[in-house]
């Protein structure tokens, strides 16, 4: 299947339209045709046929074949009557973790303490964050999530694989209260994340931030602190809350048990650089609470199911107009760094709470996907949609599979049958970094090698640490 027009095709096709309308005078960098568009602009507007123009990272005119009279460009997309939309946000991951999925799936009840720590003690390293996180984004642009908000440690290692492979990312260092991977001392995490967040401060693909772990394992002086520094390095701040429902008990200081959003509110922190994970256990108060703030959630239904941590009230907060996006958690949390089974879940659980079919439509959940997402993480005036002056992160999703047949909507089309196989390409910054399934700037064959090498070091430790993990007692209510 040959989807890019020669230069040569180009000049054709460009001639053809000539003759309706004579001038074909603006030089462009590429043009994308014969795509469904769901631009998930304030209308919806679906554009059948349609024609987006990017000129170096930005989208500068969406509309129908006319287009094509008056531009041309060096580089021709034929989307070949596929889904063209805008790249899918994943609002909350811990990539490099993928080098640890399938592991501690033996029904380990306290999964968080007994296993996930120590096996990131023992064997994260600077080198396992950089493989790991080029395999992770490798994952996502070969599935169509061109942006991902993560927590985890190392940050620079996963800024320079995320590069590589070409994604744009809101990259969290991760704080917490006892020695960590890259921060001997408790919260070292604090001065780690101003050295990145310098570093990258300016940078076109990375927004650097602050990934205060949780209310329960960060103390009040320390969310303080990182909530200055906020302000003053303009730094996103990601934190997970209300993902499990004993978290008031678990602050220290916590008196009067307040819930952990009225507790980020009490200390003074709650405000519009945190997004909060999860948000599982909010309750109507917690809600209005971060509304105020406006403040954002990331919603992750599936890996909540996996884990059997709740169902969120992402209808709720979607009726109220927060700013909601989705998301997988990390790769041992739902063992997919894609948005395409989170899509289906994100709708289904919501029914199924509210034992109502009609909420969370297909088209919402795409929204939620792309314009949610984006405005999760305040990035809404650059990314999300496909409208003229945004960023060009686009997606072509094929329709011609059979489980992509047939397309009578669009949106039930993505949410209930596609899979990430039917991605075909795959632009961010205006810059092609997945096509016809190949990644442009990375040698698989070495990352192969550089994954087995990873497997068969932790393989061994894994095996004795889930024999030690599955007796401890659980701390999930
Ligand atoms: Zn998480």
Redesign the pocket.
Known sequence: MKRTLSLLAAGILLTGCSALAPQTNYNASMIITNGQILTINDHKKVINDGVIVIQDDTIIAVGDESLLSRYQAPKVIDAEDGIVMPGMINT???LPMIAFRGLGEEGISNRLFAYFFPLEKEKLSRELIYEATKLGAVDLAQSGVTTYAD?YYHMDDMARATKEVGLRAVLGETVIKFPVVDAPEPYGGIEYAKDFIAEYQNDPLITPAFAPHAVYTVSKEKLQEINQLSQQLAAPVLI?VG?FGNEAERIEGNTEQLSPVAWLKEIGVLDSRMVL??GIHLSQDDIDLIKAADASVAY?PM?NAKGATGIAPAWDMYQQDIRLGL?T??PM?SNQVDLWRTLSYAANMQRLKHEDRTIMIPEQVIELATIGGARALHMEDEIGSIEVGKKADIIIVETQSPNMMPNYNPYATLVYQANPSNVAITIVNGDIVMENRQIQNIDMTEMQKSVKVIEDDIAAFAKELSKKAIKSPSLMK
């Open positions: 909350h991951n811990h927590m997970h993902e994970a999860h992750n890996a998301g958690d990390g949390s």
